[in-house]
């Protein structure tokens, strides 16, 4: 079964309150956008995904491994620029800062792992995304 969200857009600014079913969370657009500014926009959440799905990856494979990890922090810098024909293309810049009693060679393997993670690969996977459909 796949991953199921529900979404319940309120008439102030764009607030979106988001459910996967067990847990809740307020989107919104930027002051910019006319919106309230009060939750993480579209763009956050895509960047967010990636970066959890980064620093998670590197905690599983420095356990999966036992090496000594502590802290795992990332920075992650989206810029999207509209091209030809109104074409997107995205650059995403990555800086992971990893904590530990590790070698270079322990790091660089973890810092390879984190490009392999899930939600990287699906997003440079093929998407196929059907056309809104009115809800009942």
Same mark, same amino acid.
Request: overall charge neutral; some cysteine; aromatic content about 6%.
């Given at each position: *079964?796949?991953?199921?969200? %529900?979404?319940? %857009? ?20 930027? &002051? ?10 579209? @763009? ?7 970066? *959890? ?13 036992? +090496? ?9 810098? *989206? ?8 074409? &997107? ?14 070698? @270079?060679?322990?790091?660089? @393997? &973890? ?12 997003? %440079?996977?093929? +998407? ?9």
């Amino acid at each position: *079964m796949g991953k199921k969200i %529900n979404i319940k %857009n309120i008439p102030t600014g764009y607030q979106s309150f988001i459910s996967n079913g067990r847990h809740s969370l307020l989107g919104d657009e930027p &002051l910019t956008s006319k919106g309230t500014d009060l939750g993480f926009s579209p @763009e956050d959440f895509i960047l967010s995904s990636l970066a *959890m799905c980064k620093v998670a990856t590197v905690r599983y494979i420095a356990r999966k491994n036992n +090496w000594d990890i502590r802290d795992v922090d990332g920075e992650l810098e *989206m810029n999207v620029k509209r091209g030809k024909g109104g074409k &997107l293309s995205t650059h995403v810049a990555v800086a992971l800062k990893i904590e530990g009693d590790l070698t @270079e060679e322990q790091k660089a @393997e &973890l810092l390879k792992q984190a490009d392999a993670c899930y939600v990287h690969r699906m997003i %440079n996977g093929e +998407w196929d995304i059907e056309h809104a459909t009115t809800l009942s």
